[in-house]
Structures are given as structure tokens and as C-alpha cells.
């Protein structure tokens, strides 16, 4: 398969490696406009190449630092980065973040690196529906790495660390329900803890809190995952960590759960495409065809529960696309 | 319709006012439990006197108290009052929220008032869909009131409020971000600001921005909403605020208003139950055919991208429903 062919498409643009053609697909992709789903289909064949790494953690742990002390090595290495910045409060602060982080970098001037934030969720807290193609784009767009960074454990905006190859979870000595948070999912999804600030009282404990929970006190193998403690400020660390990363990658390939992952990003990217397309066919087709209302009357009226309301719609509405059809 | 026959069904004894039968129908309905179902279509005629008033507004802005001091208030007017606490972190701290909030409530021996706290979210951030059978089964077990207090506007907890007769957004001085974090959403379906712990310095600051920004400089009707002071913790100004919610309430009924929020209760308690109920099917006939299998195969080749993918699998799977049909 090459490449498409007018030289000017956004897509083109952005797989010869135009910034500005990757901003303005990833605006375009947000946006939901119009041209993402030929933009999508155009690029999708060059994705897969990138290594994709989140850091989750709660506020405060220092994560965009480490996340900028490793985009650093990487580049000394020779590698292209970008840093996905996933904002919760994007809807209410207007993206506010994305400055801030640019101001805080040591590495946002180099050419080799790209960031971007990217919104969360909506208003009234829908989750954003396009972190899997963000993340298609910068792939595309030839970066070696993908950094992800999401703010707030336990706040919904962990989904997007379901697209990486390999999760971090960023703690701090003395942040006491640092621990509890991650309970609830984190866990099987984690596969290296940073503990940063180090130099912090309590790192000692932090370290055998999370030794205790994660079941290491008897069964260490090469696939547990692995404690290691950073000066994110002060590039303490961060070279072994950015190490270790590539040791965990390498590892990951060998045991199949590289593809394993990957499998799974897909099948979840499919998921959500499809049950928001099978949705919005199912509602367009309900209101267009006054079932809505006829439910609504048996509800208002309260004839009918929504439960039985909602079998009753949906056995309709199948019934009817197959009449249709036939 | 009479209400259902056996003395001794669940939905029978939470319609008579057992209390042990309501806690245990919303832990049925938390946990989607096989008898769900029936319990919701047993007590949905049953429903629809309360008055639900939701509560929203920052962390450490004096919810809680003010909840408190509104069902003190109403209980004393002889009203039977249910107080809905949902608790954003409930996943991880395990619901200890519930025990703090009766701790700090004053009116928690009150034979006239229910404290209960609901989970807003499993693990991994999705949102409890189980939030409308919430308010049913307090409704069919007979409070005039429910009262929801939820935190964090806009970290998704305020889904609940669109259930609600009214919302109550509580600010308090001296929080900057406050006004900020209304911007998105909440402002459309606020009826009521309070200025809660108003002796703090700047509530009047608070009151004028406040006034800004819903447009109220020039243009003030009876539909307007009102801006009112409390110091909860002192219980001064709940009584004017539980009268000025009463006449809210009162004009809502007049104007049609309060029939329109619950069309549109409804209608989101409909729709989230179809969804569901569509993808899951959908799941299930796509997982079992070898359906997802074959898209899978297909990206994973990078053959097509999950958009194509997804439009295909929608396609195929209504087809095949409607074969299956005929």
C-alpha cells in the first residue's frame, strides 16, 4: 500500500511529518468535523509503530515533570516524542493546561518533541470518544514514543491508559490515600510504580505499602511489576527509569503481551465506534418514527416502568429494521 | 391498580414503609441483582409525589450541612425526608462516606429521615446507570422529599441532577474556581444559587460576579434564579432558602416546567436503559458469531481502521437480526 496521493491532503501532510498538519488533524479529530473519517481511514495504515506510555497518578506527584525529564532522555537518545496531556478540566478551563505545561517544559522547544492536551470529557462529564485516535495521529505522525499523561486516578480519565503499551503510576511519599486510590482497576493495568519525590519522608514506607499490596513479599518473577524511586526535579533517577521502560517493552514483545495489549486497544477502540454508531442509528430511528413518544406517553403516564419500556423499544425497533429490510 | 399482592414481596414491604426493605431494594438495585427487575416494575406506579432537589456545588462548600439543615426544616413542617449522598469515591474508600455523613447529621435519628449514599462510579470511571431507580424506590417508599447532595461539578457526578424537580448549586467565598467550574452544564439547569458560610469575606464579591455572569444586570423575572445566603453551620437563612424552594417548586407546577423536567427524566431514564440494553445485545450476537473475531483480524492487519470497522460490524449485525427474523 503507498501513501496517498495528493501531495496536499491533511493526511499526506501529516504522514511527510508537518506539524502543523498534525495539529490541525488532531483539532479535526476532537472536533468529530466532517473530514476525520477519511482522515482516519487515510492515516490508520501507518499506525502501529510507536510506543505508547502512560503515567497516571494522583495530583501532585510530580507526574508532568517526570514525564518531561523522560521525554529528555529519550530525545538524547535520538528518539521523537510527543506528550499527550489528558485534561479533566478542559471544558471549564479552556485548555488553560496546555500552556501551562508548554511554560513548566525543558523540552517543548526541541524539535523533536510535540505536546498537546486533549479534553477529557465534555460538559455534564461524558468521557472523550477519540483518545484512540489521537493517539492513531501522533503514531502516523512518525513520533517513536507517545507519552501519555493523565491527571487523577479514580477519575474516569484512566480510560485512556486502556491504549498504551505499558502503564506507569506515579506516587509521592506521604500521600496517604495515594494507595487506597489505586485499588479500584489500576492495578492489573500497572506495570512499573514510580516513586517520585523520593527524597521525601516516607518513601521507605510507600515502597513496602506497595510491596505488601502488590503480593511481592513472597512471589517476585520477571513479570512482576517493578518499584523504582525518582527526583523528577532534579533528573534523579530518571535515566535508570527511562531504562528500565525499554527493558519492560522489550520484555513485553517476548511474552506476547505486547500483542496482547495491542489486541485489546483495538477491540476496545471498535467497541466504542460501534455501540456510539449503533446508538445514534437506534435513537435517530426512534424519535424519526414516534416510538420515543409512544414510550414516553406509557412512562409519564406510569403504565410502564422504564425497564419494560426500554425491552420493549429496542425489541421494536430490531423488529422493525429487519421488516424494513426485508 | 393495587398494589401488589404478597404481604410479603420486597416491593410490597418498602410500599408499606419498611425500612429494612428499601435499604435492601437499593442494594437490589446497585447491584442490578436478578430481582431488579421486577422490584422496578412493582413500584414504578407508585411513584412520581417527591419532590427530588439536587444539591451540587465544590468540595468544602457546605453541602452537607446545608442538606442537613433543609431536612431538618422540612421534618419539622412534617414532611418525611431521604437524603441521597453520592459518593464519588465510594469504589475506593468503600462507602465510607455514608458513615461520615450520618456522623455529622443532625437529623439521622429523626424517625422521618433516610440517609443513604450511592456509588457514582464503578471502577475505571463509569458511571452508575442504577441513579433513576434510586430516586424510584424512594419515591414509592413514600418521602415527600429526596434530597441529592452531590459533589464536584464538573467530575461527572452531576449526571444524577438531571433526575432532579430542581438543582441547588452551593458556593461558598473565597473559592476562585468555583464560578469557573459552572460554565459547563451546570449553569442550564440551575434554579437556585446559595452563598453558603456567608460570613465569610467575599460573599458579596461572590454575589456580583455571580449576578454577571447569569446576565441578571439588566434583565431580572420571576423565572430568574434567585441568589440566596446561608450560614448552614449556624442554620441561619435555611428556613427563607426551604421557603424559597417550596415557592420554586410551586411556580415550576404552574408554568410547566416541573411536568417538562419529568418528560425529560423520562426520557434519559428510557434511553440509558435502551442503550444499554442494544449494546449489550449487539455484544453478545457479535462475540458469539465470530463477528468481533473477524473485525479484529482485520485491524490488527491494519486492513481497515476501527471507524470502517465499526460501520461494517453495525451493518452486519442489523442484516444478520433481520435474516434471523424473516
Same mark, same amino acid.
Given at each position: 500500500?503507498? &501513501? *496517498?496521493?495528493?501531495?496536499?491532503?491533511?493526511? /499526506?501532510?501529516?504522514? %511527510? @511529518?508537518?506539524?502543523?498538519? #498534525?495539529?490541525?488533524?488532531?483539532?479535526?479529530?476532537?472536533?468529530?468535523?466532517?473530514?476525520?473519517?477519511?482522515?482516519?481511514?487515510?492515516i490508520?495504515?501507518?499506525?502501529?509503530?510507536?510506543?505508547?506510555?502512560?503515567?497516571?497518578?494522583?495530583?501532585?506527584?510530580?507526574?508532568?515533570?517526570?514525564?518531561?525529564?523522560?521525554?529528555?532522555?529519550?530525545?538524547?537518545q535520538?528518539?521523537?516524542?510527543?506528550?499527550?496531556?489528558?485534561?479533566?478540566?478542559?471544558?471549564?478551563?479552556?485548555?488553560?493546561?496546555?500552556?501551562?505545561?508548554?511554560?513548566?517544559?525543558?523540552?517543548?522547544e526541541?524539535?523533536?518533541?510535540?505536546?498537546?492536551?486533549?479534553?477529557?470529557?465534555?460538559?455534564?462529564?461524558g468521557? &472523550? *470518544?477519540?483518545?484512540?485516535?489521537?493517539?492513531? /495521529?501522533?503514531?502516523? %505522525? @512518525?513520533?517513536?514514543?507517545i #507519552?501519555?499523561?493523565?491527571?487523577?486516578?479514580?477519575?474516569?480519565?484512566?480510560?485512556?491508559?486502556?491504549?498504551?503499551?505499558?502503564?506507569?503510576?506515579?506516587?509521592?511519599?506521604?500521600m496517604?490515600?495515594?494507595?487506597?486510590a489505586?485499588?479500584?482497576?489500576?492495578?492489573?493495568?500497572?506495570?512499573?510504580?514510580?516513586?517520585?519525590?523520593?527524597?521525601?519522608?516516607g518513601?521507605?514506607?510507600?515502597?513496602?505499602?506497595?510491596?505488601?499490596?502488590?503480593?511481592?513479599?513472597?512471589?517476585?518473577?520477571e513479570?512482576?511489576?517493578?518499584?523504582i524511586?525518582t527526583?523528577?526535579?532534579?533528573?534523579?533517577?530518571?535515566?535508570?527509569?527511562?531504562?528500565?521502560?525499554?527493558?519492560?517493552?522489550?520484555?513485553?514483545?517476548?511474552?506476547?503481551k505486547?500483542?496482547?495489549?495491542?489486541?485489546?486497544f483495538?477491540?476496545?477502540?471498535?467497541w466504542?465506534?460501534?455501540?456510539?454508531?449503533l446508538?445514534?442509528?437506534?435513537?435517530?430511528?426512534?424519535?424519526?418514527?414516534?416510538?420515543t413518544?409512544?414510550?414516553?406517553?406509557?412512562l409519564?403516564?406510569?403504565?410502564?416502568?422504564?425497564?419494560?419500556?426500554?425491552?420493549?423499544?429496542?425489541?421494536?425497533?430490531?423488529?422493525?429494521?429487519?421488516?424494513?429490510?426485508?
Amino acid at each position: 500500500m503507498s &501513501a *496517498p496521493d495528493a501531495g496536499t491532503s491533511l493526511a /499526506a501532510r501529516l504522514l %511527510a @511529518g508537518d506539524r502543523r498538519a #498534525l495539529s490541525r488533524s488532531l483539532t479535526v479529530i476532537e472536533n468529530n468535523a466532517p473530514e476525520s473519517g477519511r482522515l482516519i481511514s487515510e492515516i490508520f495504515p501507518w499506525t502501529g509503530k510507536a510506543a505508547v506510555i502512560g503515567f497516571t497518578g494522583s495530583p501532585g506527584a510530580g507526574k508532568s515533570t517526570l514525564v518531561d525529564r523522560v521525554a529528555e532522555q529519550l530525545v538524547s537518545q535520538g528518539s521523537k516524542v510527543a506528550i499527550l496531556a489528558v485534561d479533566p478540566s478542559s471544558p471549564f478551563t479552556g485548555g488553560a493546561i496546555l500552556g501551562d505545561r508548554i511554560r513548566m517544559s525543558r523540552v517543548s522547544e526541541s524539535p523533536s518533541v510535540f505536546i498537546r492536551s486533549m479534553a477529557s470529557r465534555g460538559a455534564l462529564g461524558g468521557l &472523550a *470518544p477519540r483518545s484512540a485516535e489521537f493517539i492513531f /495521529a501522533l503514531d502516523a %505522525a @512518525g513520533f517513536d514514543y507517545i #507519552l501519555v499523561e493523565t491527571v487523577g486516578v479514580g477519575q474516569g480519565e484512566v480510560e485512556i491508559v486502556r491504549y498504551c503499551d505499558s502503564v506507569c503510576v506515579v506516587l509521592v511519599p506521604g500521600m496517604g490515600d495515594g494507595i487506597q486510590a489505586l485499588k479500584a482497576g489500576i492495578l492489573e493495568i500497572a506495570d512499573v510504580f514510580v516513586i517520585n519525590k523520593a527524597d521525601y519522608d516516607g518513601a521507605d514506607r510507600l515502597e513496602r505499602e506497595l510491596i505488601v499490596m502488590l503480593g511481592l513479599t513472597h512471589a517476585v518473577t520477571e513479570d512482576s511489576p517493578p518499584i523504582i524511586r525518582t527526583v523528577a526535579s532534579e533528573g534523579k533517577g530518571t535515566l535508570d527509569f527511562v531504562n528500565l521502560l525499554a527493558k519492560r517493552l522489550e520484555r513485553f514483545r517476548q511474552t506476547g503481551k505486547a500483542q496482547e495489549r495491542r489486541r485489546f486497544f483495538m477491540k476496545e477502540a471498535l467497541w466504542r465506534e460501534s455501540t456510539r454508531l449503533l446508538s445514534m442509528g437506534f435513537e435517530k430511528y426512534c424519535e424519526t418514527n414516534g416510538l420515543t413518544a409512544l414510550s414516553l406517553e406509557e412512562l409519564t403516564a406510569r403504565k410502564q416502568d422504564p425497564r419494560t419500556a426500554a425491552q420493549e423499544l429496542v425489541q421494536e425497533y430490531l423488529t422493525r429494521k429487519s421488516r424494513d429490510a426485508s
